[in-house]
């Protein structure tokens, strides 16, 4: 039997899990009525967010379906069924994001519920939730990918007549190229979209609730505090989803592309480098799910040590897998043949030395982002104790700490492409990434935990739920500030090691064999490249900045007209709050989206491959620079704020300034900034990134041999 038979087995197994865990989490108790109320406004706020989004995102993916099978007339080595493939790519990914934030917009108000009988409780119950996410990612993505994979190359004969041999296999892995760019189109806009909507509503509630009026976090006196907890899900859960669910699959059509350049590819279905990738993510699905039974802990327990056991356990079980795998399907003495590795023998020992590189610079990244974001680290202590002289001063220690954040992952990452290559060439550097986000399952699992507990802290907040109740979710919720810090970090290393792997695989594809960086057509590429990510985000911070200032005016409005709200004697307009957040969302991720997808088309067909391959390496390097840094400044500036909402800051000087002082408003002011740095336009760079390497890739057949429409 094909092992490959196997790979659909194991999403399904995914899919079932999260059923199972989505069914417990709807089966906890919701609470008395007025938390289920709020529970409510806030879940149909989010999926009236996903409706509109995904009604215009259609539209785009129709457009984009329709001119992929149209161009694939004109290519060899290409299906009109790469439509096909990109429409599903795209249903795929908004499937995932619907389906888990479905569930932790239920688990948010369950976890409520939960806190009043303990912390172990709660935790239960918002990690449940955010397994949902994680099983939804991994199970539709590689079900989308295997069935796809096996049905083009069972059909090869009715599909690719023409398609012979290597031609086929070829065929085959560019036609299933498409689902990777319709899975990276709906990430970009669900990551912008999501990321402005956040911002707008965050900004506008700490602004005018906290530091104009006073008032708590998620007091339900504050109309955008129901925005505000819609945009916890939209942004932090769906929008990472599609994040990781894009890293997910480019790194694993990335691998299999190289797989193409081994001796014997022209076996097809059954040859080992190119069917290693969908078994590497097969098995982290079960060493995911084995690693979500470890996430226990006692009552007083550490909830933070619980997770990091599950992640970690999870990742020492792939790597002891990996080597499994690749002893079984690896050819013995197998020697690449084309590419820039050409000659190069690969065993299959080396290919799991490469992949564990890529699983051990993944961890060691979410490390070093927990050390600058967490509180009670230097970094976020240094940032504390500036706020002291006023805002000025936290901001400049802010901006500080994220570019120095920026040196020792990107050394990190350097040294795991360096271990990768080393050992198994281009294909070493590609299999790493898939490594690095082969369990994805309980990495997102224990990332999309935090807005749910984030959520139910608001939910208690706001029901006036006993002060224990709020203790306990709050402390849920600085566990989840740091697993979303530590995430983030995953996503940018994993983007940078993703975009490697499809750039590999674009060198691959149109021919080239070495970029010139003395050649000028380059170097305009490079610039190019490397400018693209500081527009991109200027686009999505200008955006948050608009849509703040709709929201601020709307909350001044309704403290203003509306008679009793500041005293608690009225009820809020939480649904136009809601409304301004989407409709800026909406309006404002259209061209920013529409950049990422332009402008490497441009540059290919004006300037030619090798001038493509200059942009695609100049928006590396700067965009996954400026994702570390706006992540890491905007999640140590939130730290840095909430340090003053205990019982108040220590100061180095031993003064203590507790919440309410001239130095906490200077830390809100501080994390204001940082909000549309770390949830909008740093998280969307790892995307744009990837997008553009994935677009490369899509248009790759047509590149080889072209020089560019431009006579330069």
């Given at each position: 039997m094909e092992l490959v038979y196997l790979v659909p087995l194991a999403a399904f197994i995914a899919l079932g899990f999260g059923g199972y865990k989505a069914s417990t989490t709807s089966a906890a108790s919701p609470g008395d009525e007025e938390m289920q109320e709020i529970a409510t406004r806030i879940q149909e706020g989010a999926m009236a967010f996903l409706r509109r989004e995904y009604t215009v995102l259609a539209v785009f993916v129709g457009v984009v379906a329709v001119l992929l099978a149209i161009s694939s007339f004109f290519v060899d080595n290409q299906s009109p069924a790469i439509a096909f493939s990109f429409v599903l790519g795209a249903g795929a990914s908004a499937l995932a994001g619907y389906a888990g934030m479905r569930v932790a917009t239920l688990a948010n108000v369950r976890t409520t519920e939960a806190a009043k009988t303990g912390l172990s409780k709660a935790l239960d119950v918002a990690f449940g939730g955010g397994t949902v996410m994680g099983m939804a990612v991994t199970g539709l993505a590689l079900l989308g990918l295997a069935v796809l994979y096996v049905g083009y190359s069972l059909l090869g004969d009715s599909l690719f007549p023409t398609a012979q041999g290597l031609d086929r296999a070829e065929t085959v892995l560019n036609t299933l190229v498409g689902f990777s760019f319709g899975a990276s189109s709906i990430a970009l806009f669900a990551r912008v979209g999501g990321g402005i909507y956040t911002k707008a509503a965050d900004v506008g509630a700490d602004l005018v609730g906290k530091v104009e009026s006073g008032l708590p976090e998620d007091d339900p006196r504050n109309p955008a505090v129901i925005a505000d907890n819609v945009g916890d899900n939209v942004g932090d859960v769906a929008g990472m989803g599609a994040d990781l669910f894009e890293s997910y699959v480019g790194a694993i059509i990335g691998t299999m592309v190289l797989g193409l350049g081994f001796q014997g590819a022209a076996e097809g279905m059954s040859f080992g480098p190119i069917v290693l990738p969908l078994l590497v993510a097969a098995v982290g699905i079960i060493a995911s799910i084995l690693g979500t039974f470890v996430v226990r802990t006692e009552e007083g327990g550490n909830a933070h040590t619980a997770l990091d056991l599950g992640a970690f356990g999870a990742a020492g079980v792939m790597a002891v897998a990996t080597f499994g795998l690749a002893y079984v399907v690896w050819p013995p003495g197998a020697q690449v043949i084309r590419g820039m590795s050409e000659g190069l023998t690969v065993e299959w020992w080396q290919v799991g030395v490469a992949t564990v590189a890529g699983l051990v610079t993944g961890v060691l990244v979410g490390v070093v982002t927990s050390y600058y974001c967490s509180m009670g680290q230097p970094p976020v202590d240094k940032i504390a104790n500036q706020s002291k002289t006023g805002a000025a001063t936290n901001i400049i220690a802010g901006l500080g700490v994220g570019m120095q954040s920026t040196a020792i992952p990107i050394i990190l990452i350097a040294v795991g492409v360096l271990v990768a290559y080393s050992f198994a060439g281009l294909y070493g550097i590609a299999i790493a990434a898939l490594g690095m986000l082969s369990t994805t399952g309980i990495q997102l699992a224990v990332d999309a935990f935090g807005p749910i507990a984030d959520n139910a802290g608001g939910i208690a907040e706001m029901t006036h739920q006993d002060p224990k109740v709020r203790e306990r979710t709050d402390a849920l919720d600085a566990v989840g500030n740091t697993t979303a810090a530590i995430g983030k970090g995953f996503a940018i290393a994993s983007a940078a090691m993703t975009a490697l792997a499809l750039f590999a695989a674009f060198q691959q594809q149109s021919g080239i064999t070495g970029i010139n960086?003395?050649?000028?057509?380059?170097?305009?590429?490079?610039?190019?490249?490397?400018?693209?990510?500081?527009?991109?985000?200027?686009?999505?911070?200008?955006?948050?900045?608009?849509?703040?200032?709709?929201?601020?005016?709307?909350?001044?409005?309704?403290?203003?007209?509306?008679?009793?709200?500041?005293?608690?004697?009225?009820?809020?307009?939480?649904?136009?709050?809601?409304?301004?957040?989407?409709?800026?969302?909406?309006?404002?991720?259209?061209?920013?989206?529409?950049?990422?997808?332009?402008?490497?088309?441009?540059?290919?067909?004006?300037?030619?491959?090798?001038?493509?391959?200059?942009?695609?390496?100049?928006?590396?390097?700067?965009?996954?620079?400026?994702?570390?840094?706006?992540?890491?400044?905007?999640?140590?500036?939130?730290?840095?704020?909430?340090?003053?909402?205990?019982?108040?800051?220590?100061?180095?000087?031993?003064?203590?300034?507790?919440?309410?002082?001239?130095?906490?408003?200077?830390?809100?002011?501080?994390?204001?900034?940082?909000?549309?740095?770390?949830?909008?336009?740093?998280?969307?760079?790892?995307?744009?990134?990837?997008?553009?390497?994935?677009?490369?890739?899509?248009?790759?057949?047509?590149?080889?041999?072209?020089?560019?429409?431009?006579?330069?």
């Open positions: 960086l003395s050649n000028p057509v380059v170097m305009a590429g490079l610039f190019i490249g490397g400018m693209l990510p500081f527009l991109f985000s200027s686009m999505a911070m200008d955006a948050v900045g608009r849509a703040a200032m709709d929201m601020i005016e709307e909350v001044r409005r309704q403290f203003r007209e509306i008679p009793g709200l500041l005293e608690g004697n009225a009820r809020p307009d939480t649904a136009r709050c809601v409304d301004i957040s989407t409709a800026a969302a909406i309006r404002e991720m259209i061209v920013p989206g529409l950049i990422a997808v332009v402008s490497p088309v441009l540059i290919g067909f004006l300037l030619g491959p090798e001038s493509l391959g200059g942009l695609l390496a100049g928006v590396t390097v700067t965009g996954v620079l400026m994702a570390i840094f706006m992540s890491n400044a905007g999640g140590a500036w939130d730290n840095a704020k909430k340090s003053f909402e205990g019982g108040g800051y220590k100061m180095a000087d031993g003064e203590v300034h507790p919440k309410g002082s001239d130095a906490h408003s200077a830390a809100v002011v501080g994390d204001t900034v940082g909000d549309p740095f770390k949830d909008t336009a740093g998280p969307s760079l790892n995307i744009l990134v990837k997008l553009i390497s994935v677009v490369a890739l899509v248009i790759a057949p047509f590149m080889a041999g072209f020089s560019g429409i431009l006579p330069l």
